[in-house]
């Protein structure tokens, strides 16, 4: 995701610019809470808190962002702000605090991810910045008859709990988002978005750990199949 700045350059460029801000949308101090890399709000801390994953591995996955920013990731208007999550291969996704419905949508999803391409997510370790690295995650991995496996699952804050309980997790953005997409598949194949590709050659088998309603969700079954 490029280079990190100190918080303190962070904290002395945003307090240069905090007077040239329209008062009535932004104040001074939200501008210096949203400019810190892994500041999460209140509420957001206390959401995380409810779901008993607020742990370092939450935190170096997540941010609270602005509708502002929500958009500049998405590549589309956000119309709300929200946690914004950042993988370790730089792939996003962002949870609004109030989600919304688009056109051609029956409901409104409670998660949104950018437009184009698209891979799974890798959790950040909050102490190794090697934790996805071959060598490493074989040591990491469950192994069954000497084979090294990891786990898939079709949610962040899962992946957050198997990597914070010591199994290396993955999530993948949607249940059919293990497979790269349609629309730009000319030879009308499916194949391992690139994060599965890499770790499937370097010899890692997955087990696959979707929600408990693949025993009863037919739309499950078939991704789960694929």
């Given at each position: 995701m490029g280079n990190h700045t100190s918080s303190d350059s962070i904290l002395s460029e945003s307090t240069q610019t905090c007077q040239e801000l329209p008062k009535v949308t932004q104040t001074c101090q939200e501008v210096l809470k949203s400019k810190l890399v892994g500041f999460l709000s209140e509420k957001h801390l206390s959401d995380i808190a409810?779901?008993?994953?607020?742990?370092?591995?939450a935190r170096s996955s997540s941010r609270t962002v602005t509708a502002d920013e929500a958009s500049f990731r998405l590549g589309y208007t956000a119309k709300s702000g929200g946690i914004l999550f950042i993988g370790q291969n730089g792939q996003v996704q962002f949870r609004p605090d109030k989600p919304w419905k688009n056109?051609?949508?029956?409901?409104?999803p409670k998660y949104r991810s950018p437009l184009?391409?698209?891979?799974a997510f890798l959790p950040p370790s909050p102490d190794n910045p090697?934790?996805?690295?071959?060598?490493?995650?074989?040591?990491?991995?469950?192994?069954?008859n000497d084979h090294p496996y990891i786990l898939i699952t079709e949610g962040i804050f899962k992946a957050i709990a198997g990597c914070s309980n010591g199994f290396p997790t993955i999530s993948l953005l949607g249940v059919e988002q293990g497979l790269t997409g349609k629309a730009g598949d000319v030879e009308g194949k499916r194949f391992l978005v690139p994060v599965l590709r890499f770790l499937a050659e370097a010899g890692f088998g997955f087990?696959?750990?979707?929600?408990?309603?693949?025993?009863?969700?037919?739309?499950?079954?078939?991704?789960?199949k694929k």
């Open positions: 409810e779901r008993a994953l607020l742990n370092d591995w056109n051609g949508e029956k409901k409104p184009g391409e698209y891979d090697l934790y996805w690295e071959i060598e490493n995650l074989k040591r990491q991995a469950f192994y069954l087990i696959i750990a979707f929600d408990a309603d693949a025993l009863t969700n037919p739309n499950i079954c078939i991704a789960q």
